[in-house]
């Protein structure tokens, strides 16, 4: 059974960071394509930034130069890392695991709040 778990939300004020991450169990993650993805309330989900399994990555207009994705050395496991947060950036934060099937995890909150 393939399971996504996410990990490192919470509550961060203005400017500040928090490193999220994606355990994945049940596939190899490092032949997926591994992507977060974030969907404010009431708004629709919004694509954040991807690593390819050759370790090419892609972000967001929103997040670039702030965000870093990554995959952990010799763990089945990807990073989000969150610098200079602000309020914007509040939403339920999703993993997604794109090969010959497509997984998502259930999501952990990031808050953006002073």
């Known amino acids: 059974q393939v399971q996504l778990v996410e990990s490192g939300g919470g509550l961060v004020q203005p400017g500040g960071s928090l490193r999220l991450s994606c355990s994945a169990s049940?596939?190899?993650?490092?032949?997926?394509?591994m992507g977060w993805y974030r969907q404010a309330t009431g708004k629709q989900r919004e694509w954040v930034a991807t690593i390819t399994s050759g370790g090419t990555t892609n972000y967001g207009d929103s997040v670039k130069g702030r965000f870093t994705i990554s995959r952990g050395n010799g763990t089945n496991t990807v990073f989000l890392q969150m610098n200079n947060l602000n309020p914007e950036d509040t939403a339920d934060y999703y993993c997604?695991?794109?090969?010959?099937?497509?997984?998502w995890g259930q999501g952990t909150l990031v808050t953006v709040s002073s």
């Open positions: 049940g596939i190899l993650s490092r032949f997926y394509v």
């Open positions: 997604r695991a794109r090969g010959p099937e497509d997984h």
